[in-house]
């Protein structure tokens, strides 16, 4: 959700933006092969868009905090996670189900790993 939410953001300043911070944020966006995106390719910082970072800063602490409120550790965070991709696992008809363990297992948040 980190990541639509910060999206957004630049979707919306994007709309109102001047001709050249257009252009600044276009040449600062890093250039992608494939149409998934992780989370540690995220921009989250544009020089000289002070505005921009600013509103994506308070974007991230929002979240930030919303996540802190309703996951009292890292332990309760994980549960969630693991249980969303094991969810997520099991709607792909014809996943094996040593496969779907070997991937809960491979998760880097999971119990097992």
Same mark, same amino acid.
């Given at each position: 959700?980190?990541?639509a939410r910060i999206q957004a953001?630049?979707?919306l300043y994007m709309m109102h933006a001047s001709d050249w911070e257009y252009s600044e944020v276009l040449r600062q966006l890093p250039t992608k092969t494939t149409s998934m995106g992780s989370w540690f390719e995220l921009k989250t910082e544009f020089?000289? *868009?002070?505005r921009l970072n600013s509103m994506i800063k308070t974007t991230l602490n929002e979240k930030k905090k919303a996540m802190r409120r309703k996951f009292h550790n890292t332990a309760a965070f994980a549960q969630m996670a693991?249980?969303?991709l094991q969810?997520?696992?099991e709607r792909i008809e014809? *996943?094996?189900e040593a496969v779907m363990e070997e991937l809960l297992h491979?998760?880097?948040l999971s119990a097992h790993g």
């Open positions: 959700m980190i990541q953001v630049l979707q020089s000289n *868009l002070a693991r249980e969303r969810a997520d696992l014809g *996943l094996d491979s998760y880097p």
